[in-house]
């Protein structure tokens, strides 16, 4: 027995005077959880879960419904669970589940043996829940007696229903869950092409082994819908090029990893958000991966419109200041340069500098202009930063 066992519920049953079957039913329903733990236990260890259902979520309603089967049977007299060669098992609620089960089950593919095996562990984990608590008190015996006999009269429901099918009617059975499995198949493959974003199965071999139609208009030569699914070709099963560059860094113990990254497509360079989701079935066997890829390059284009927008504006906000606030100066300094080449016209040096003065301070406010009919943000490298490019960010016009 494993070590888990230890930790049951407890003081769920008070010892009444007799059998209270309203405390037995409350001690089950609230056991499920431990139940389903225990029943994957077993089926773990002896290696029913490849069989089986990957999904816990099957588990709890299998033994969700054989505890309401199991609490529909119970009565305060344990001779009322008892064997008689005579009895109509048809009309037993704990037989009529067990019929139920064995033509699911049947219909599945599943053999008489494997099902009676595995069911023997059912009866173990419900033995265990009474064995290793503390609530049935001295009442023990009564309990476990009355689940023994459920899972007997399962155990003849299954087996008589199984032995009274004819081969022609299992064959039928058969032939009819097969429809309704390559129904349903058709109906998740429907879906999984028509999902907008591209998405890849990846085995566990760290092959491709499906891929939707959205994927296939990004990276394949074929886009119609299924066709990678319906192709036979050796070339089907290929390695992503760009997925060794991320494999490595997925640890064992990660089950969902996300990265960006921008990957080479028939429409050109593109940056995806890439999730990566490990499929991990119930037993803890690795079964692949999926990769959904999120095309973020329009997203990307924006945000970048959105901060070049951004600076522009900051740059026009410094430029209006700054002009606004040397342009009154280099005017004072242009009107007085004026009025100086006037009153100096005898002095040629003097004249000379003059004029250089003036070009310059015209020049100044010439690129006061250039800031005030800036319409975009370019720059330009100053040393080892960058800085705005005047001249290429204002409008033609005024770079004359």
């Excluded at 409350?26 to 002896?46: C, N």
């Excluded at 020049?363 to 800085?387: D, Q």
Aim: charged share 30%; hydrophobic share 35%.
């Amino acid at each position: 027995m494993n070590e888990r066992l230890k930790n049951t519920p407890t003081d769920i049953i008070s010892p009444p005077h007799e059998f209270d079957v309203d405390k037995f039913r409350a001690f089950i329903l609230q056991s499920e959880e431990w139940l389903m733990d225990q029943i994957l236990f077993y089926a773990k260890r002896q290696d029913y879960s490849r069989y089986t259902s990957t999904l816990k979520e099957a588990w709890r309603l299998s033994i969700s419904g054989l505890s309401n089967a199991l609490l529909s049977s119970i009565t305060e007299d344990s001779r009322n669970l008892e064997l008689y060669p005579d009895e109509d098992y048809t009309i037993d609620p704990a037989a009529s589940f067990g019929v139920l089960e064995a033509k699911r089950h049947r219909a599945r593919g599943i053999n008489l043996s494997m099902f009676l095996g595995l069911m023997k562990y059912y009866r173990q984990s419900y033995l265990d829940l009474i064995n290793n608590s503390e609530s049935p008190g001295p009442y023990k015996a009564a309990c476990k007696l009355r689940v023994e006999r459920f899972f007997d009269r399962i155990e003849l429901g299954f087996c008589s229903e199984w032995c009274t099918q004819t081969e022609n009617s299992k064959l039928e059975e058969l032939q009819n869950k097969n429809r309704e499995i390559i129904n349903e198949k058709n109906r998740y493959l429907t879906i999984f092409e028509t999902i907008h974003a591209p998405v890849v199965l990846i085995n566990d071999k760290n092959r491709v082994e499906n891929y939707n139609q959205a994927w296939a208009e990004l990276f394949e030569e074929s886009s119609v819908p299924g066709s990678k699914y319906y192709n036979e070709d050796s070339s089907f099963f290929k390695k992503i090029p760009w997925f060794v560059d991320v494999f490595p860094y997925m640890d064992n113990n990660i089950s969902d990893y996300v990265l960006e990254k921008t990957l080479v497509t028939k429409k050109g360079p593109k940056f995806f958000h890439i999730k990566i989701k490990k499929m991990v079935d119930i037993s803890d066997k690795y079964h692949g991966m999926l990769i959904i890829l999120n095309d973020l390059t329009e997203l990307k284009k924006a945000e970048k419109e959105k901060l070049q927008k951004e600076k522009l504006e900051g740059a026009l906000e410094m430029a209006g200041a700054v002009c606004h606030e040397i342009n009154q100066p280099l005017q004072v300094v242009l009107g007085q340069t004026e009025l100086l080449k006037i009153e100096s016209e005898k002095y040629q040096s003097l004249q000379k500098n003059l004029s250089i003065i003036a070009t310059q301070t015209a020049n100044m406010a010439k690129i006061t202009r250039r800031l005030m009919n800036i319409t975009k943000y370019e720059t330009k490298p100053y040393f080892s930063k960058t800085i705005i490019d005047i001249e290429k960010s204002s409008r033609k016009e005024d770079n004359q």
